[in-house]
């Protein structure tokens, strides 16, 4: 129930416990209490082992670090489990009933304690459709609960559907994550719209409804899947972070953002889909590019944007951005000589460049100006290039880096990193492109970009190759390498 370092589900939380009869799930652990024996020694002071413990409800605690103080007495076990359930709890049908009935057990005391609750693989729920009724009345008693996500939502909710109006009336109630919604789904958000600071969504597969025009006025984060401008038309001025995963590259255009999410800091955007058609990539940039000057003020505080290269550049982004992430498959050499274009409009400080290639297409960067014509300010640059199972000019490898590496030549860098990856198909097949990798000496790699990249102020240089592992290097003063970490 706990997705944490391999502890899934609440029936094997306790496998670890000293006793035997303390396993299996946490109905069995309570029962077992008594055979633990009591606190009879400890080098700190217990207070301030309780303390310690309290803080274990944060998320950057392993659930096994807090399981591992339970089971050493029955005091800190009783102290534990408040702790454990205002952790995210993930449920799903294989343990509803045991968590039911533990939860059951002392409902208005265990259900205060609730804060994070995650329903997951509901497609099985029909089978423990009693059990969903169940956990409806537990949701009732969680006054305090903050989070609740469903990956089937309209499912669940058919089968419990006094769980919509109950989580409507909670107070504390501000995260929502509603997957393959329907129309109780969709009440659901409208009731709670103006209190949500977080939402996540998509809609049932083939659902032919609009999402109604609501006002959500605490909202800081949305993330969209497969949802259009034309589905979505939700006011959120306090919007600061939009994910958007989209299947047509038209789905939304620079003056719906705009317009619907004006204060944004940070966009990722994807697409589920290759994009074939380049031609509509380009004409996409350039009515969004014509539309730009008809937009006041669009995104003065925009600092970070992530996603797919076509689908960043159609959107003709209409100011600077801080942290630029790109990532993109090279079926065509067209895409990447948008690149130019996008940097020379973002002028980003910090720049990641994902590609993922099955051929060492020279000619893509060959055609591309250096950073330094393209990106001045840049100060940190990190490019990954992975290599597909069908890559076969090896031969061309060496060629291939020459002309990266007259692409990362830019004075203003502080830091580069760069990596090469060969998929999991080249490295099983003893591919000779694996060979190829491993004969790149890392030393003499790192000398190779210290010239390259020509940068008075470089310091840091970091090298990921499939078959060489990793390697860091710090660049002293008067130019020399050394090797260590940052």
């Known amino acids: 129930m706990y997705e944490d370092h391999g502890i ?18 946490i109905v069995g652990a309570n029962d077992a209490i008594d055979e633990i024996q009591p ?49 995210p709890v993930y449920v799903d049908p294989s343990n509803i009933a045991s968590f039911c009935n533990y939860m059951f057990k002392d409902l208005d005391w265990h259900g205060s304690l609730l ?24 949701v009732k008693h969680a006054s305090k609960l903050k989070t609740f996500s469903a990956s089937t939502s309209e499912r669940i909710f058919k089968y419990a559907p006094d769980m919509v109006e109950t989580l409507i009336t909670l107070p504390n109630l501000n995260e929502l994550e509603l997957w393959s919604m329907g129309h109780r789904a969709i009440t659901l958000l409208r009731g709670s719209s103006r209190k949500l ?51 047509g590259i038209d789905d939304w255009s620079l003056s719906d953002l705009v317009s619907l999410f004006p204060n944004l800091r940070e966009l990722v955007l994807r697409r589920h889909h290759t994009i074939r058609d380049l031609g509509r990539v380009q004409f996409l940039h350039e009515v969004n590019k014509r539309d730009r000057g008809s937009i006041p003020h669009p995104w003065i505080g925009l600092e970070e944007v992530e996603g797919d290269l076509a689908n960043i550049f159609a959107l003709a982004i209409p100011c600077s ?24 409009g973002c002028q980003p400080k910090f720049l990641s460049l994902d590609i993922e290639t099955s051929h060492l297409d020279l000619v893509s960067f060959a055609n591309c100006n250096r950073l330094a014509v393209t990106a001045p300010q840049l100060s940190s640059f990190q490019i990954v ?40 198909t080249i490295r099983y097949t003893g591919h000779p492109a694996l060979e190829a990798l491993r004969d790149l000496g890392s030393y003499n790699f790192a000398k190779r970009v210290l010239k390259a990249v020509g940068s008075k102020s470089l310091r840091h240089i970091c090298l990921a190759i499939t078959g060489r592992g990793s390697s860091h290097w710090i660049v002293s003063r008067n130019g020399e390498l050394i090797r260590g970490g940052r």
């Open 39 to 87: 606190c009879t020694s400890v080098e700190l002071n217990y207070d301030i082992l309780l303390c310690v413990m309290a803080r274990m409800d944060a998320k950057d605690y392993r659930v096994k670090d807090l399981l591992a103080m339970m089971f050493t007495c029955r005091s800190f076990y009783k102290s534990g489990l408040p702790i454990l359930l205002r952790r």
């Open 197 to 247: 600071i977080q939402l996540s969504l998509s809609l049932l597969d083939g659902a032919q409804f609009h999402i109604p025009q609501l006002t959500l006025p605490r909202l800081e984060e949305l993330t969209l899947h497969d949802v259009s401008f034309r589905t979505f038309q939700a006011r959120c001025p306090s919007v600061k972070r939009l994910a958007l995963g989209i299947t």
């Open 385 to 424: 290039i992975r290599i597909c199972n069908n890559f076969d000019q090896v031969l061309n490898l060496h060629s291939f880096l020459d002309i990266v590496l007259r692409f990362i030549s830019c004075p203003s860098l502080i830091t580069i990193e760069i990596h090469l990856h060969a998929d999991s």
């Open 321 to 344: 951005v801080k942290t630029l992430r790109l990532s993109e498959t090279l079926l065509d050499q067209r895409t990447f000589n948008w690149l130019p274009t996008l940097l020379t």
């Open 8 to 25: 899934s589900s609440w029936s094997r939380m306790h496998t670890d416990s000293p006793n035997s009869q303390v396993r299996d799930n």
């Open 115 to 138: 804060r994070h609750l995650y329903l997951r693989h509901s497609a099985s729920y029909r089978a423990v459709s009693w059990h969903l009724k169940r956990l409806s009345l537990i």
